[in-house]
């Protein structure tokens, strides 16, 4: 059974990078057709697509965040993170991992997802 | 960029009762939209995906219907465990947009 789980700090300084790493288990990153992403939810409000990166390492990124987020695989194939840099107060959200399954013509879409790690940004 | 849409942002209903709740793009997308269930304190969860496909799991009283711009999931007859908050999910050219959400409460 396919797991993710994410880690890392819950307190960000504002103006500093914001790092999460997601552990996954029963799935090998480098299997094709799937992408490995990252999606955040402030609390109280709506879901937020910030990125994500296929099997083969192209990325794609939201464009209102792009200048500031990097999604990469560590070479162990059973980890992915995300660096989101220079954030404020707006950046406080849950922040999910998540696998998308890419289905032939019709898109991908993720059908696992982390439990979710809330992130506060605050001095 | 295209934007979606979502509506209603919430609505009330009770147990038995036929929901809709509907997407629409700014420009036409095929059939690359999901829809997912979140409920408080959890992770969404993944409905339908390709417009009308019921993912592996999920009860048929849920379905997903549309092409084009707009798009509609459909809950047959609600049920106590579906009072949640429902989100679409747009992938078009590899850009991925969520809807604003629709909660589902009790009547």
């Known amino acids: 059974q396919l797991q993710l789980q994410e880690s890392g700090p819950g307190l960000v300084r504002p103006s500093e990078t914001l790092s999460l790493t997601c552990t996954v288990s029963?799935?090998?990153?480098?299997?094709?057709?799937?992408?490995w992403g990252w999606i955040r939810q402030p609390p109280g409000k709506g879901l937020e697509y910030i990125g994500n990166i296929f099997y083969n390492g192209d990325t794609y990124y939201n464009p209102s965040l792009k200048s500031r987020v990097t999604i990469s695989v560590a070479s162990s194939k059973t980890q992915f993170s995300l660096s989101l840099n220079s954030v404020t107060a707006t950046d406080t959200a849950i922040y999910y991992c998540?696998?998308?399954?890419?289905?032939?013509?019709?898109?991908?879409?993720?059908?696992?997802w982390g439990q979710g790690s809330l992130v506060t940004v605050s001095s | 960029a295209i934007q979606m849409t979502q509506s209603p942002s919430a609505l009330s209903a009770s147990v038995g009762d036929r929901v809709t709740v509907s997407c629409r793009a700014s420009q036409v997308i095929g059939n690359g939209l999901a829809w997912y269930q979140q409920k408080p304190g959890k992770a969404p969860k993944l409905l339908i995906y390709?417009?009308?496909n019921l993912q592996s799991g999920v009860p048929s009283r849920f379905s997903g219907s549309g092409s084009g711009t707009d798009f509609t999931l459909t809950i047959r007859s609600l049920q106590p465990e579906d009072f949640a908050t429902y989100y679409c999910l747009l992938d078009y050219n590899y850009s991925w947009t969520f809807g604003q959400g629709t909660k589902v409460e009790i009547k």
């Open positions: 029963g799935d090998s990153i480098n299997r094709p057709g799937y992408y």
């Open positions: 390709a417009a009308y």
């Open positions: 998540s696998r998308f399954h890419y289905y032939s013509g019709s898109g991908s879409f993720p059908d696992y």
